[in-house]
């Protein structure tokens, strides 16, 4: 199992432009989560999912869109990039089997917005 | 207010003993869980340990623990036996709520630095 990917691991952008930043995972999770992690704090987050075709919007959705075709994928959109938008942007699947829940996180993101 | 407390920014460990780093938590939500994550000076996110509101049992995970005392709203992590590997950044979070209406929320974080 590759786990929780993310692609692309690094991305500038300028003020304005849009992107997509995509997160797959292989384990048929249902819950998926995007969070945000401004330097030196704890993460936010931004949108989560718990199935296919059903999401919904976190602490700090604005400016951010999400879709949710597929179990496997969760992409994030970014339109009308903004410089408060320059972070590092973690996406998460979890496991729930009964009443434990097991998180796991892809590599990051890490997005300048310029 | 907040909604996870963390009061130590940073704590020492002398390798091999045991540690707690502190977390207390605000909800008034019956239903809620609870997370503890480490994060390395690589910048990946571990997931470390998880409790439930209605679980009566403190989560164990390995060198892990989670010391839950619900009529305090505390939620305490033990790293027994404390490796320099563990050297890191630990981030106590909540989740209220279950499927719709899910608020997630972390605390400050506190580094931990563990002494040969």
């Known amino acids: 199992n590759a786990g929780v990917t993310q692609t692309p691991k690094f991305r500038i952008l300028k003020i304005g432009q849009s992107m997509t930043l995509q997160c797959t995972q292989d384990?048929?999770?249902?819950?998926m989560y995007w969070y945000r992690q401004d330097p030196g704090m704890g993460l936010k987050l931004i949108y989560y999912?718990?199935?296919?075709?059903?999401?919904d919007k976190g602490e700090v959705p604005n400016g951010y869109n999400v879709s949710r075709s597929t179990t496997e994928d969760f992409p994030l959109r970014l339109e009308l990039a903004a410089p408060s938008q320059t972070s590092v942007y973690f996406c998460?699947?979890?496991?729930?089997?009964?009443?434990?829940?097991?998180?796991?996180f892809g590599p990051g993101t890490r997005l300048l917005v310029l | 207010a907040q909604k996870i407390t963390q009061t130590q920014p940073g704590m020492f460990v002398q390798e091999k003993e045991a540690v707690t780093l502190d977390c207390t938590y605000d909800?008034?939500?019956?239903?809620?869980?609870l997370f503890w994550y480490k994060q390395p000076s690589s910048g990946e996110m571990i997931f470390l340990i998880y409790?439930?509101?209605?679980?009566?049992q403190n989560a164990t995970e390995g060198r892990y623990s989670l010391n839950f005392q619900k009529a305090r709203k505390s939620a305490n992590l033990v790293i027994s036996a404390s490796q320099l590997g563990d050297s890191a950044m630990y981030f106590c979070a909540m989740r209220e709520g279950m499927n719709y209406g899910q608020n997630f929320v972390f605390g400050p974080g506190t580094r931990l630095s563990v002494l040969p």
């Open positions: 999912s718990v199935g296919a075709g059903i999401t």
């Open positions: 384990m048929n999770h249902n819950y």
């Open positions: 998460a699947s979890s496991s729930i089997t009964g009443t434990q829940e097991t998180q796991y």
């Open positions: 909800t008034s939500d019956q239903s809620y869980g």
């Open positions: 409790q439930g509101s209605y679980d009566e």
